[in-house]
């Protein structure tokens, strides 16, 4: 999985509490990705970040924070868990070529229940 | 919203057999990738085509890329049954210094031994 890890890989949670989801890489890559996994919807961009301290929405942030103080750290932060934040999520890894980021590599994938 | 639609949703087809799936999209695009997923993993990177390039080829793999029909089709020939998987279509756009990706809802291919 291209030296990407995720964890938790399973987590129980109830509604109303807080879960922080870490990605963790050792390719040094630039960018890293948030999205979640629901039948009928195939992977939905939550969040990305271009670099330290650089991060932007993307088309499900509604409810979801990051950050990311190191390279190789992407957290995904759940403010106030829900029953519809119930998921796999999944981290990317992209670097640059020509300036522009192409090919993607993912983790392994986080299960999310919220009850 | 989806950019990358594919077609079929399913489909089941007997090992020896090649597999001819299409992606459909909506806006430009500077690149358009397929990645397959195994169930219960992550996506896998299979292939990139470049918004200049018409078709590309890597081992059983053969991706067209139609631009004024904003269409794209991911042929795997001599299929296996460690093929069996999802497929997702995904189209890159750049933006500036950044790009994202924005993933299809995926094709679910079973190969029958």
């Known amino acids: 999985d291209a030296g990407i890890t995720q964890s938790p890989r399973h987590k129980v949670t109830e509604t109303g509490t807080p879960v922080t989801l870490r990605c963790h890489q050792t390719?040094?890559?630039?960018?890293m990705y948030w999205y979640r996994q629901d039948p009928g919807h195939g992977l939905r961009l939550i969040h990305y970040?271009?670099?330290?301290?650089?991060?932007d929405k993307g088309e499900v942030s509604d409810g979801y924070s990051v950050s990311r103080s190191k390279t190789e750290d992407f957290l995904l932060t759940l403010e106030s868990a829900t029953s519809s934040q119930t998921s796999v999520y999944f981290c990317?890894?992209?670097?640059?070529?020509?300036?522009?980021?192409?090919?993607?590599?993912f983790g392994p994938g986080t299960r999310l229940l919220v009850l | 919203s989806q950019q990358g639609e594919e077609d079929p949703q399913a489909l089941s087809i007997q090992e020896g057999e090649n597999a001819t799936m299409n992606c459909s999209y909506k806006t430009s695009i500077n690149n358009l990738q397929w990645y397959r997923q195994n169930s219960g993993r992550g996506l896998v990177h299979l292939i990139l085509?470049?918004?200049?390039?018409r078709e590309k080829h890597s081992g059983r793999l053969r991706v067209t890329l139609d631009t004024s029909k904003k269409s794209s089709s991911l042929l795997i020939t001599a299929s296996r049954a460690a093929d069996t998987a999802s497929y997702f279509c995904?189209?890159?756009?750049?933006?500036?210094?950044?790009?994202?990706?924005?993933f299809g809802k995926g094709i679910t291919l079973s190969v029958r031994p």
């Open positions: 995904a189209t890159g756009l750049y933006t500036g210094a950044n790009s994202k990706l924005t």
């Open positions: 085509i470049r918004s200049n390039e």
């Open positions: 990317a890894i992209s670097d640059s070529s020509g300036g522009h980021q192409e090919t993607q590599y």
């Open positions: 390719e040094n890559h630039r960018y």
């Open positions: 970040s271009y670099g330290v301290k650089d991060t």
